[in-house]
């Protein structure tokens, strides 16, 4: 996991859904611990997990919302 509850996230803007929360804020807050959505177990032998987190933007609780698409606010100004 990434994440904790209470860490600010933004939704990265190279993502697909962050169209759909672009009206909003794009700063929210992550309200959940991580789920454990997937465990990929290639060939190679070295699991892969994925994770999401329910986070709240612009006062709306949005489900389940992808570990890969979610940046620091930190990493999104490292990555300008």
Partial sequence: MKFE???LVMIDPESII?????A????GVIISSGILMYVHS???GNE??????????DGK??????EEVLKTLE????DE
């Fill in 18 to 22: 962050y169209e759909a929360l672009e």
């Fill in 24 to 27: 909003a804020a794009n700063v």
């Fill in 61 to 66: 609780t949005f489900k389940n919302i992808p």
């Fill in 42 to 44: 290639p060939s190679s």
């Fill in 75 to 78: 990493e999104l100004k490292n």
């Fill in 48 to 57: 892969v997990h994925f994770w999401a987190y329910d986070v709240v933007f």
């Fill in 5 to 7: 509850t209470g860490d």
